[in-house]
């Protein structure tokens, strides 16, 4: 099947790189559940968009790791916590793509799934350079000799660049695909969670693109302010769009008169980022009811904030989860912390 907004645009598959990594498209299913609104609780199941490591991450690498390529790129530097999802997914990506990749890390706390993540992404045979905090990373990740160097290709955290995005916009295409086809109805409202922010943004333009009257909120996970600096706000989410849709338009997706805005609910984020909520461990133990794994940083405070949306909704509301089900025992299995940076190994023994 060609991939939707191409078959919507085909004018874009001549100037946008595309590589095609993920399963897609990811099923659409009931959610099921007890309490209010639950009869129109629906998923999307982005965590199954790879056979070995999925979530949401594997649809926006298709478009960047294409356009890294397609530039003769030889290593991908990007940041992350230490139990960044993405610095997981680009990791095992570029491996299978046979290019480098380094990760910057920075603290979150500490739990059986960050763990995990750094293990598989020495897996992977990624480059990790423990940073502490999250402006140290940011720093390194601006001014570091790789910035010398032609063949690098600097990623933003979560794959949040223009490429990424794009990744969503198409992901809006196959979901009106699925609903022309029956698989479910139109939605009045998909939640998902944001953090670097190209999965809210790539919905909000897709779904207009697409000519969907559905609503999208994203749910921060991540801090509003970096310091002085925004980095999870309406304000950067909304400049990430602004790209986004120059770059469509240049390549002859027709320029629309009022772009949506992108709509972030702060209510859900509780004490910072990774560190857990009451509504979102409430929210974790319903969906692992319906057999859907979600985690303390991202999904389960979007779910929890899902919930709350189902009580007043008045028709279908579609979660995207956007967390990786695959079972990766058998890639932790193979790590041997001892190779795991100094530094890392004396946090994570407190
Ligand atoms: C499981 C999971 N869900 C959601 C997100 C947030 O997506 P985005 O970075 O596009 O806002 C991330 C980002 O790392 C993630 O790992």
Same mark, same amino acid.
């Given at each position: 099947?060609?991939? !939707?907004?191409?078959?919507?645009?085909? $004018?874009?598959?001549?100037? %946008?790189?595309?590589?095609?990594?993920?399963?897609?498209?990811?099923?659409?299913? !009931?959610?099921?559940?007890?309490?209010?609104?639950?009869?129109?609780?629906?998923?999307?199941?982005?965590?199954?968009?790879?056979?070995?490591?999925?979530?949401?991450?594997?649809?926006? #690498?298709?478009?960047?790791? =294409?356009?890294?390529?397609?530039?003769?790129?030889?290593?991908?530097?990007?940041?992350?916590?230490?139990?960044?999802?993405?610095?997981?997914?680009?990791?095992?990506?570029?491996?299978?793509?046979?290019?480098?990749?380094?990760?910057?890390?920075?603290?979150?706390?500490?739990s059986k799934t960050v763990q995990q993540n750094l293990?598989?992404?020495?897996?992977?045979?990624?480059?990790?350079?423990?940073?502490?905090?999250?402006?140290?990373?940011?720093?390194?990740?601006?001014?570091?000799?790789?910035?010398?160097?032609?063949?690098?290709?600097?990623?933003?955290?979560?794959?949040?660049?223009?490429?990424?995005?794009?990744?969503?916009?198409?992901?809006?295409?196959?979901?009106?695909?699925?609903?022309?086809?029956?698989?479910?109805?139109?939605?009045?409202? %998909?939640?998902?969670?944001?953090?670097?922010?190209?999965?809210?943004?790539?919905?909000?333009?897709?779904?207009?693109?697409?000519?969907?009257?559905?609503?999208?909120?994203?749910?921060?996970?991540? !801090?509003?302010?970096?310091? !002085?600096?925004? /980095?999870?706000?309406?304000?950067?989410?909304?400049? #990430?769009?602004?790209?986004?849709?120059?770059?469509?338009? $240049?390549?002859?997706?027709?320029?629309?008169?009022?772009?949506?805005?992108?709509?972030?609910?702060?209510?859900?984020?509780?004490?910072?980022?990774?560190? =857990?909520?009451?509504?979102?461990? #409430?929210?974790?133990?319903?969906?692992?009811?319906?057999?859907?794994?979600?985690?303390?940083?991202?999904? /389960?405070?979007?779910?929890?904030?899902?919930?709350?949306?189902?009580?007043? /909704?008045?028709?279908?509301?579609?979660?995207?989860?956007?967390?990786?089900?695959?079972?990766?025992?058998?890639?932790?299995?193979?790590?041997?912390?001892?190779?795991?940076?100094?530094? #890392?190994?004396?946090?994570?023994?407190?």
């Amino acid at each position: 099947m060609s991939l !939707p907004l191409f078959a919507a645009y085909p $004018a874009l598959a001549s100037s %946008i790189a595309h590589q095609p990594m993920a399963l897609l498209p990811t099923p659409v299913e !009931p959610l099921g559940g007890n309490g209010k609104g639950f009869s129109n609780a629906w998923i999307k199941r982005d965590d199954l968009t790879h056979n070995e490591y999925g979530g949401n991450k594997i649809r926006k #690498l298709e478009f960047i790791l =294409a356009e890294a390529v397609g530039q003769g790129k030889k290593r991908v530097v990007t940041f992350g916590a230490i139990g960044t999802n993405h610095g997981v997914a680009t990791s095992m990506l570029c491996q299978q793509q046979g290019i480098a990749c380094t990760v910057f890390l920075f603290d979150q706390p500490i739990s059986k799934t960050v763990q995990q993540n750094l293990q598989l992404m020495q897996h992977y045979g990624a480059e990790l350079i423990y940073c502490g905090s999250l402006f140290s990373s940011v720093f390194r990740y601006y001014f570091n000799q790789y910035r010398l160097n032609k063949e690098c290709y600097f990623l933003f955290a979560g794959g949040s660049n223009v490429a990424g995005t794009i990744g969503f916009v198409n992901a809006a295409f196959e979901l009106k695909a699925q609903i022309d086809n029956g698989e479910m109805p139109e939605p009045e409202l %998909i939640v998902c969670p944001v953090g670097s922010s190209s999965t809210l943004a790539g919905l909000t333009i897709g779904c207009q693109l697409a000519g969907l009257n559905t609503q999208v909120k994203g749910i921060r996970v991540a !801090p509003a302010f970096l310091g !002085p600096f925004p /980095a999870c706000t309406t304000g950067t989410v909304g400049a #990430l769009m602004k790209k986004t849709q120059q770059q469509l338009e $240049a390549a002859g997706v027709e320029p629309k008169e009022k772009w949506k805005k992108p709509e972030l609910i702060s209510d859900y984020y509780g004490e910072g980022y990774g560190v =857990a909520t009451r509504a979102g461990e #409430l929210a974790q133990l319903s969906m692992l009811q319906q057999g859907i794994k979600v985690e303390q940083t991202y999904t /389960a405070k979007a779910v929890a904030a899902f919930y709350d949306e189902l009580a007043v /909704a008045s028709g279908p509301c579609l979660y995207w989860h956007t967390y990786n089900s695959q079972d990766m025992a058998e890639q932790v299995e193979q790590v041997e912390n001892k190779k795991m940076p100094v530094e #890392l190994q004396a946090f994570l023994a407190g």
